[in-house]
């Protein structure tokens, strides 16, 4: 269609159109439209002008429709079915969509945090559907980029100038293995330089995990010359489990859901941590319920934090 043409069209225009030819008068249609004949009738003579074509024949009693009248009719009455449709499909999305929240998260935030806190959350707003996303760092940016999201949780990735990070809880990293390992008996505190001459299995270059562990100095090289290298927790804990081998992952990543048969013990000199933060867009507004949920976890993060022992676990959100 000619954009001078779409820019002069109005729905009102064809609405008059298709009521003056159901009635086949424009009494008739202009009671259904609740407007005077006289504006009826100007309604239609602009249409016809834009269109370029008679739609209607006249006479002193009756209207009827030409022949292109006839065959315009039902392409209008598309339109405006259309039309409607599309906005009973958009008012429908925007109702579900109202009380939906959609939070990316690394997958151990998605394991060790967020059911519990949707449990307390939704005791106190039922109406609410919260979705999670698990994702690594760089897809949990991503996604609260390009909308997926309406907001993430996770160390930061890249430090995206279009995301604001926000503290929310640390979690410190640790020594991941059997519990019949000479590690895991040992009584004394254990530091990184307990870890040299184990084999150690490390995390993918492209996991947040690793990121941490190759930023820190000093570390033994079987940290950062790992015997094996693996992408998933589930590859890991395979490693793991064969009693030998050890691997150092945050708090809330130890994967002894996965097998009791690990344990995770405190590392330090120096001790390590893992800052997970609330992502949000800049350029994006929360919606309200996506608001108020960002706003329940970070005064819950206290109360999310006690719940793990030998405060490995601390809130963040007073730095707020």
């Not at 926000?166 to 254990?190: N, W």
């Not at 013990?265 to 001790?271: D, F, I």
């Amino acid at each position: 269609m000619d954009n001078k043409i779409a820019r002069n069209l109005s729905l009102k225009q064809f609405r008059a159109f298709v009521s003056v030819a159901k009635y086949g008068s424009f009494s008739g249609a202009a009671q259904e439209l609740a407007i005077s004949q006289s504006a009826l009738s100007l309604s239609i003579q602009q249409f016809e002008e834009i269109v370029g074509v008679p739609l209607l024949s006249r006479t002193t009693r009756s209207v009827s429709l030409t022949p292109l009248g006839q065959d315009f009719l039902p392409k209008a009455e598309k339109i405006l079915a259309d039309v409607e449709a599309a906005i009973i499909s958009t008012r429908t999305n925007a109702e579900k969509q109202k009380n939906r929240v959609t939070v990316a998260v690394l997958p151990s935030v998605a394991i060790r945090v967020l059911p519990q806190a949707i449990r307390t959350y939704l005791a106190l707003a039922p109406d609410v559907k919260v979705h999670m996303q698990d994702d690594n760092g760089r897809g949990v940016e991503a996604q609260v980029l390009n909308g997926e999201a309406d907001f993430g949780i996770s160390n930061s990735w890249s430090d995206n100038s279009e995301l604001e990070y926000r503290p929310f809880l640390r979690d410190q990293v640790g020594l991941i293995c059997r519990g019949d390992h000479q590690l895991a008996r040992c009584k004394d505190p254990l530091t990184w330089s307990d870890l040299t001459n184990q084999s150690f299995v490390g995390m993918a270059a492209d996991t947040g995990t690793s990121r941490l562990t190759m930023n820190v100095s000093g570390l033994p090289a079987s940290v950062t010359t790992p015997d094996f290298t693996v992408l998933t927790i589930a590859a890991l804990v395979g490693l793991i489990e064969t009693g030998e081998s050890v691997t150092a992952l945050p708090a809330l990543a130890a994967p002894d859901y996965l097998n009791p048969s690990l344990v995770y013990r405190n590392l330090s000199e120096p001790a390590v941590f893992r800052n997970l933060q609330l992502i949000t867009p800049k350029k994006r507004p929360l919606s309200p319920v996506a608001d108020d949920f960002a706003e329940f976890l970070k005064k819950q993060s206290h109360e999310i934090s006690s719940m793990f022992p030998n405060h490995t676990v601390k809130s963040l959100s007073h730095a707020v």
